[in-house]
């Protein structure tokens, strides 16, 4: 991913550095789905995608398909964000979810305010179009 928006509008701050290790979590993203890694030794998920487990060292680690459910670890209202494109986003909340399998994620929480949210409140993924080819994993009140 170029990183860029269209051609003379200046440089987008939203768009990931997709690596190969992420490149299967971008494209279920894609299709509506979250995957998460999960060590075969030990049994642990974690998230962000690495390449070995962070409890055992093991790397016999693979994906799999999280239920997609988790509850609000903590939160913050975005009121001033100057880099393309979030100053036509602001207000959005961003929020650090515990997924129900264990990892916590970094996302945005939708379809709620601040003034809705609470720290342990359940929540779901949804899925977020940020350009023609990719989705974000986003979070709404269950
Ligand atoms: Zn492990």
Same mark, same amino acid.
């Given at each position: 991913? #170029?990183?860029?928006? @269209?051609?003379? *509008? ?7 550095? +997709?690596?190969?290790?992420?490149? @299967? ?10 995957? +998460? ?8 998920? %974690? %998230?962000?995608? /690495?390449?070995?487990?962070? !409890?055992?060292? #093991?790397?016999?680690?693979?994906? &799999?398909?999280? *239920?997609?459910?988790?509850?609000v &670890? =903590?939160? #913050?209202?975005v ?8 100053? #036509?986003?602001?207000? &959005? ?7 129900? !399998?264990?990892? /916590? ?5 939708v !379809?709620?305010?601040?003034?809705? +949210? =609470? +720290? ?19 979070? /709404?009140?269950?």
């Amino acid at each position: 991913m #170029s990183g860029k928006g @269209p051609a003379g *509008s200046g440089p987008r701050f939203d768009q990931p550095l +997709i690596e190969a290790e992420s490149q @299967p979590y971008w494209d279920a993203l894609a299709e509506d789905r979250l995957l +998460i890694k999960r060590c075969d030794d030990c049994g642990a998920f %974690h %998230h962000y995608p /690495r390449p070995f487990c962070p !409890e055992c060292w #093991s790397d016999a680690v693979d994906w &799999y398909e999280a *239920s997609g459910r988790g509850t609000v &670890y =903590t939160y #913050s209202t975005v009121y001033v964000n100057d880099l393309p494109p979030f100053p #036509s986003q602001v207000p &959005y909340v961003a929020a650090v979810v515990e997924l129900e !399998e264990g990892p /916590r994620m970094m996302t945005r929480l939708v !379809e709620c305010t601040g003034d809705d +949210i =609470t +720290i342990g409140m359940k929540v779901e993924v949804a899925f977020e179009p940020f350009d023609d080819e990719h989705k974000m994993a986003v979070f /709404r009140p269950i």
